[in-house]
């Protein structure tokens, strides 16, 4: 069975400033991972994912994250926040087979200080 | 990259009446769709896996009786919500994955009065 937990339901960090959102996931199997962003009262928009290959994911809107298996973390990082990236972040796991159902985090919201 | 619709985006109904609400797959077909729902200020959870041509699988605690998937198509399930009730109320969410990637619908916002 897969699980992903995210540390902190909610950060705050100032425009400009680094953002950094923690997840780590447990699989049996090699997993897929994703991260995903929800604006309020709107459905899922993927932002990155890792299946195989380099562990170092770039995304939309300047965020990327890095796949380490040693650590089962797929942390989410973007160098400069700005205001329009708060929102609710979840991060999820699905198992390698087409079509499989992902495992959602409890989400993150992330503020942003002007 | 692949396009899921969504629809009613809300809706509000009586108590003891039921919803539908539809998931299509734009440009691409979908053997398999997913449901979800999302309690305020909570993640989502898997309610169902909907299978073209076959009975939908539901997860744990989910009654099938009460919440109908049919997957009719390649591109179009649908959900009804049988005998709503307030506690029904909450934003539902499907997804059809192509490849290794889900796409999600805009979500359907129901409010059971």
């Known amino acids: 069975a897969q699980s992903v937990t995210q540390l902190g339901s909610h950060v705050s960090v100032s425009e400009g400033a680094l953002v950094l959102l923690r997840c780590n996931y447990s699989?049996?199997?090699?997993?897929?991972l994703f991260w995903y962003v929800q604006y309020p009262n709107q459905g899922l928009q993927l932002l990155l994912k890792?299946?195989?290959?380099?562990?170092l994911v770039k995304g939309i809107n300047g965020f990327e994250a890095e796949f380490k298996k040693s650590e089962t973390s797929f942390h989410l990082t973007k160098p400069s926040a700005h205001m329009s990236d708060a929102a609710e972040y979840f991060c999820?796991?699905?198992?390698?087979?087409?079509?499989?159902?992902?495992?959602f985090g409890a989400g993150t919201i992330l503020r942003v200080k002007s | 990259g692949a396009v899921v619709s969504q629809h009613p985006s809300w809706v509000i109904c009586k108590s003891g009446t039921s919803v539908k609400i539809e998931c299509r797959s734009l440009?691409?077909?979908?053997?398999?769709m997913f449901w979800y729902r999302q309690f305020p200020k909570q993640s989502l959870m898997l309610m169902a896996t909907?299978?073209?041509?076959?009975?939908?699988?539901?997860e744990q605690g989910v009654e099938k009786d009460k919440f109908l998937i049919n997957h009719a198509s390649l591109t179009l399930s649908t959900l009804t919500v049988t005998s709503a009730h307030p506690e029904d109320s909450s934003f539902y969410i499907c997804?059809?994955?192509?490849?290794?990637?889900?796409?999600f619908g805009q979500g359907t916002r129901l409010t059971v009065v």
């Open positions: 699989s049996s199997v090699p997993p897929y």
């Open positions: 999820a796991v699905s198992v390698r087979e087409y079509g499989n159902k992902l495992v």
């Open positions: 440009d691409f077909q979908a053997t398999t």
């Open positions: 890792y299946t195989t290959g380099a562990t």
């Open positions: 997804s059809a994955s192509l490849w290794a990637e889900a796409f």
């Open positions: 909907s299978n073209e041509g076959s009975k939908a699988t539901y």
